[in-house]
């Protein structure tokens, strides 16, 4: 069965830093994989899809890479801004299913 | 393009009496989730429908949950009896494709006391 991790569970950096939300999984056979981000009593939003034959997808000031073999994503926001908090999780799609991590609580610091 | 709809938002019940949520999809995606989000917790499916059929509902806890997506586009999903554990966000999603990905609704927060 897929298991989906992220580290660090919470995480508060001061505006304008840069930072990178990890997402790593068991097993490499996915179909690809997707971000999203959840403001507090709210739905998740998409925020960025790979597919399982990219590398990286960009978005703004948002990139996400992909490294199916060693089963990691990461989640790159450039020059972050208060308006970035919130929690970000990562799901993986096997084709059959999504599995999702618990997600990186952020809070940028003004 | 209309974004996936819930309603209700938000439901406080008694233990042990049944609620109900609803979801209209986005129009044309013929799959169609539900998710069941514990405070600190990623989503867990409950049930995942491809136009009305159920692909996989293993995780559906079926002495008490119950779905169903008769017309193959919106779905109601029901608690009966509810658990205070049951106490959660519940999640729709819809899908066109595998390859593009889903999409979420705001979710219904339920609250059992």
């Known amino acids: 069965k897929q298991e989906v991790t992220q580290i660090p569970a919470a995480l508060s950096v001061p505006e304008g830093e840069n930072l990178v939300l990890n997402c790593s999984f068991t097993?490499?056979?996915?179909?690809?994989l997707q971000w999203f981000r959840q403001d507090p009593g709210k739905g998740l939003t998409s925020l960025l899809l790979i597919q399982s034959s990219q590398r990286e997808q960009t978005s703004g000031r948002l990139n996400a890479s992909l490294d199916k073999s060693s089963g990691r994503s990461t989640l790159y926001i450039a020059a972050s801004q208060p308006g970035d908090s919130a929690t970000y999780l990562c799901?993986?799609?096997?084709?059959?299913?999504?599995?999702f991590g618990t997600g990186t609580s952020l809070t940028v610091i003004p | 393009e209309a974004g996936v709809a819930q309603s209700p938002r938000y439901k406080i019940i008694e233990k042990r009496q049944s609620v109900a949520f609803w979801c209209n999809p986005i129009?044309?995606?013929?799959?169609l989730y539900w998710y069941q989000q514990i405070l600190g917790q990623g989503p867990k499916l409950l049930i995942q429908?491809?136009?009305?059929?159920?692909?996989?509902d293993s995780q559906l806890p079926k002495d008490r949950f119950s779905a169903e997506r008769l017309k193959g586009v919106d779905s109601t999903l029901k608690i009966q009896p509810a658990k205070l554990e049951d106490s959660a966000v519940y999640l729709c999603?819809?899908?066109?494709?595998?390859?593009?990905?889903?999409?979420f609704g705001p979710g219904t927060r339920l609250t059992v006391l």
């Open positions: 429908f491809q136009n009305n059929g159920v692909v996989d």
């Open positions: 129009s044309g995606h013929a799959t």
């Open positions: 999603a819809s899908s066109l494709d595998v390859a593009l990905g889903q999409f």
């Open positions: 097993d490499s056979a996915i179909y690809n």
């Open positions: 799901a993986v799609n096997t084709g059959n299913q999504f599995y």
